[in-house]
């Protein structure tokens, strides 16, 4: 600044009102520009108007928090998830036969080692279950929140449909949680008075045989409206497929009248050249052989079009069905592993009232817990198993279910592939369930929305009968028959439907 420059500045300074800092924030004001003066002086004297930014941004930077808070929770959950299910399936089963045998040879050094694994086995249950108890009662909230928002549709349906499972799972968490609680309390008082470890034995007995019970129950129901669905979905007419003999006909017939109908139209532009009396005669024949074949070009078209519609109703509806058979199985065997493990609990509370030291010594209780290990250990590794290779055919083919309007990622190799199917934490993001809710929604969707305008009206009945035995029609979306059709014909909630689809579809 010049010499004049900073004497005028320092004469306007000293001229405003205030004390020294204020006329040094006003004098900055003049230097700066009033948009950085007023930040500063909102900072400095933390203004009614930041406040009313923070209070407007508060409920945004909530909603951050939380689905920050709940992605680092369901990462922890799954680590712990992997971890549990060894305990369960091995440690715990092999505690119950160390146990059993230190006390048939008063083995007390085995007796407490045991005791101790036991302890550190029940600790880390007790860590995971309550994990996602809290993980289950964040969603379930989030969820609640959204079925509120959207009231009824597709989305609303989604929402509503996890707020349930998540808040059963969030109950049942909270109930296994208590129960391993109890657990590592009777693996503490084993060595201590044997009165102490029979009452802690009686009562962990209890809590591990209503937690079976509600686990057990909860897997029953499960299975039985998977049975349902599944009923219902059988009741549906299977379309037979089109061999490939007869698509390549089609489509050999379609190319053939396009370009019949090209070369007529090429007739037709060259009788204007041609002059002559009969030039009416000669231009109305050829107008009468382009619209022939144009009319038989989409004829063709169309046949080709019915029968690959025919082949996808044909190709999702026996994936509907072979999604469900997986997944009243998985329900039926952890009905059976949790219907045994509360066998076990019961025997262990019978055998400690009448004086025993409970599953530690009792083989018909070791021999249940062992039983009921092995059931829910083979369905968590098959659940594991699949996950793994969806993720690995995910990075190792990613064209082969990847939307058609969307360019796919590029292949990985085989090392990368594997180490993304050992991602564990990762769920599959572009998978075959969400490949085949797109093809249904294609079917069901209405004209409006694209690449369905030009499928048949009986196809789209039979489509939208699909979504109905999936759970997915109007009374469970809350909307009225008509309101429900228009939902399907809105691009906009397109993104909701396939979503929508994609879950009624999964067999967890």
């Known amino acids: 600044m010049t010499p004049d420059r900073q004497r005028s500045d320092r004469s306007r300074a000293g001229s405003l009102p205030g004390n020294s800092a204020q006329r040094a924030v006003l004098a900055l004001q003049s230097s700066a520009g009033n948009r950085a003066a007023t930040a500063t002086v909102q900072r400095a004297r933390n203004t009614p108007g930041e406040q009313g930014t923070a209070g407007g941004n508060a409920p945004a930077r909530t909603h951050r928090y939380r689905d920050r808070i709940s992605a680092v929770l369901d990462r922890l959950k799954k680590h712990l ?80 449909r996890k707020f349930n499972s998540k808040m059963g799972e969030a109950v049942v968490g909270a109930a296994s949680a208590g129960n391993n609680a109890l657990s590592v309390a009777k693996e503490l008082t084993k060595a201590e008075k044997a009165a102490h470890a029979m009452q802690a034995a009686e009562v962990s007995g209890i809590g591990s045989s209503v937690v079976g019970a509600v686990k057990g129950t909860r897997a029953a129901r499960r299975f039985g409206l998977t049975a349902r669905k599944y009923r219902t979905l059988q009741g549906l007419e299977k379309p037979d497929r089109a061999d490939e003999g007869a698509l390549a006909r089609l489509n050999q017939a379609r190319e053939n009248a396009e370009w019949a109908a090209a070369e007529a139209y090429v007739a037709l532009d060259a009788q204007w050249d041609h002059g002559g009396e009969d030039i009416r005669e000669r231009v109305s024949d050829a107008i009468d052989a382009a619209w022939s074949a144009m009319g038989e070009a989409r004829d063709a078209a169309k046949d080709l079009r019915g029968a690959e519609d025919t082949n996808s109703m044909n190709t999702v509806l026996t994936y509907a069905l072979a999604k469900q058979r997986n997944k009243m199985g998985k329900q039926a065997v952890t009905a059976l592993g949790e219907s045994t493990k509360a066998a076990g609990g019961i025997v262990t509370a019978v055998a400690a ?126 909307l009225s028959p008509e309101e429900w059709a228009d939902s399907l014909n809105d691009p906009a909630k397109s993104a909701a439907w396939v979503k929508e689809i994609a879950e009624q579809l999964s067999s967890a």
């Open 353 to 478: 009232t009448a004086g025993g030291a409970g599953l530690a010594t009792n083989p018909v209780g070791w021999g249940l817990a062992a039983g009921a290990a092995g059931l829910i250990l083979g369905v968590t590794a098959y659940k594991a198993a699949r996950a793994g290779m969806k993720r690995y055919d995910g990075a190792r083919h990613p064209e082969r279910w990847a939307a058609e309007d969307a360019a796919p990622a590029q292949p990985a190799s085989r090392e990368d592939a594997l180490k993304e199917a050992l991602k564990f934490w990762k769920k599959v993001e572009n998978g075959e369930r969400k490949a085949m809710a797109r093809k249904i929604y294609a079917l069901a969707a209405g004209p409006d929305i694209k690449g369905s305008g030009d499928t048949t009206t009986e196809m789209r009945d039979s489509a939208r009968a699909l979504l109905v035995a999936l759970k997915a029609g109007p009374t469970n979306q809350r």
């Open 81 to 160: 998830e992997f971890i549990d299910t060894f305990v369960k399936g091995v440690q715990v089963p092999a505690n119950s036969g160390f146990s059993q045998h230190a006390s048939a040879t008063v083995n007390d050094g085995l007796k407490h080692s045991a005791a101790a694994s036991g302890g550190a086995a029940g600790s880390e249950s007790l860590a995971a279950e309550t994990v996602g108890a809290v993980l289950g009662g964040l969603e379930a909230a989030k969820a609640k929140k959204d079925a509120d928002k959207y009231k009824s549709g597709a989305a609303f349906h989604g929402a509503n």
